[in-house]
């Protein structure tokens, strides 16, 4: 893969640390899976009844999430918004 920041599926925010929106169809889907799952926990898990068990999974998936966005995303580093 070539590192032309239109193959990114999550280009790095301008100011900060870490990704923004998605840019390419790919990310869109990523961030509808979270979403879906993420609701799925709600309703399936319960969260005042399981508590502990629900923070794990949402754990879990979040840091599903962030992985997705360190593989496919721009490198991310500190940014002030004169890159």
């Known amino acids: 893969m070539s590192?032309?920041?239109?193959?990114?599926?999550f280009p790095a925010k301008r100011y900060g640390w870490g990704w923004?929106?998605?840019?390419r169809w790919q990310g869109w889907v990523v961030?509808?899976?979270?979403?879906?799952?993420l609701v799925a926990g709600i309703v399936g898990l319960h969260p005042g009844r399981?508590?502990?068990?629900?923070?794990?999974?949402?754990?879990?998936?979040?840091?599903?999430?962030v992985l997705?966005?360190?593989w496919k995303g721009?490198?991310?580093?500190?940014?002030?918004?004169r890159d």
Request: hydrophobic content about 45%; aromatic content about 18%.
């Open 20 to 23: 923004g929106l998605p840019s």
């Open 74 to 81: 721009e490198p991310p580093r500190w940014r002030w918004g």
């Open 68 to 70: 997705v966005c360190w």
């Open 3 to 9: 590192t032309d920041s239109d193959d990114y599926w």
């Open 50 to 65: 399981t508590q502990l068990g629900f923070s794990l999974y949402v754990l879990g998936v979040s840091v599903l999430l």
């Open 31 to 37: 961030l509808a899976i979270y979403a879906v799952l």
